[in-house]
C-alpha cells in the first residue's frame, strides 16, 4: 500500500515531465538498485529487452538515468532523488521565464481563432428572427446559470411603440419560464412598468430568482440590452431587431466590471417583494 501511494506521487511528479507509464515505472524500479544490468530489470519489470533499451534510453535523454560500467559490463543507474529534484526545478524555473510569452500568444490565438462575433439582423415586419434567436439561447440555458443584463431606457420605450408587443412578450417570458439565475440593471421606468403588468402577468415573476437594481431613466439612455453570461456578451438592439453575439472572454470579463461598476451606484429593489406588495400577497 506504502508503494502505491508513493508510485502515486511520483507519477504526479514524472507524468507532467512527458514520461510515459512504463517509463515512470522503469525509473521506479530503477531507484531500488545502486546499480543493475539489463536482464534483471527486464525480468523485474516483465518488459521484453528490446522496449525496455529504447525507455532507457529516454530516461537517459531526460537525465534521469545512466549507462554505469561494473566490472567490465554495462549496467543502468537511476538518477538519485536529489537529482530529480534539481530536474524539476529547473523545468519549472524555465516555466516562469517563458510564461510571459505564452500568456500573450494565448491571447493572440483567443482572439484569432477562438473568438467569435456573430450579428443578427430581421426586418421590423417579419417574425422578429434577431430577437427571438437572442432570447431563444438564453432560455437554453441550463439551470441555476447566472446571467447579467443592463437594460437601456431605450428598450422600455420600444416596447410600447408599435412594434413592441411581441417583444415585450419574450421579456415576460424570459423572465418567468428560464431557470436561470438574473442580476438586472434596468430603468426606473421599467420598474413602473413591471409593476403596472396585471395580476396574472405579475404573478409569473415570483418563479425565477431575480437581483434587480434601479437606475433613474437618464443613466440608461440608449437603446440596447446587454446581456453577460460566462463568456459570452449578447448585445441587443430591439428598435432594429439586430443584435450581436460576443464569444471571448476578456469581453465578458470586461462587460462583468461594468455591471459591478454600475450596480454600485444603482438602488437594489426586492423586486418579489414589490409583486407580493402589488398583488396584496
Known sequence: MYHAIMKQKLNDVLYPLGLTKSEVDVYYKLLAYDHVN??????????????????????????????????????????????????????????????????????????????????????????????????????????????????????????????????????????????????????????EEILALDKSTLQLFLKTPISLYVLDDDALDFSCDIVVHKEQVFFAHPPHNTAAIINYKYTADAMMSVFDSVVLSAQKVNLQAEVHKRLGI
Do not use: C
Open 38 to 191: 539489463i536482464s534483471v530489470l527486464s525480468r523485474e519489470t516483465k518488459i521484453p529487452r528490446t522496449s525496455l533499451y529504447t525507455i532507457l534510453a529516454t530516461l537517459q535523454k531526460r537525465e534521469l538515468a545512466r549507462q554505469i560500467t561494473v566490472g567490465g559490463h554495462k549496467e543502468w543507474q537511476a538518477a538519485s532523488p536529489e537529482e530529480l529534484q534539481a530536474i524539476v526545478n529547473r523545468s519549472y524555473q524555465a516555466m516562469e521565464k517563458v510564461m510571459p510569452d505564452l500568456v500573450g500568444r494565448q491571447g493572440y490565438k483567443s482572439l484569432h481563432k477562438k473568438g467569435t462575433v456573430e450579428f443578427i439582423a430581421g426586418e421590423k415586419t417579419k417574425s422578429r428572427g434577431a430577437l427571438r434567436t437572442l432570447y431563444s439561447n438564453l432560455r437554453a440555458l441550463p439551470k441555476h446559470e447566472h446571467v447579467y443584463i443592463i437594460e437601456g431606457l431605450g428598450s422600455v420605450a420600444y416596447r410600447s411603440g408599435s412594434f413592441g408587443s411581441a417583444y415585450a412578450r419574450v421579456w415576460q417570458n424570459l423572465l418567468t419560464d428560464a431557470s436561470f439565475v438574473l442580476h438586472a440593471v434596468v430603468s426606473r421606468s421599467s420598474l
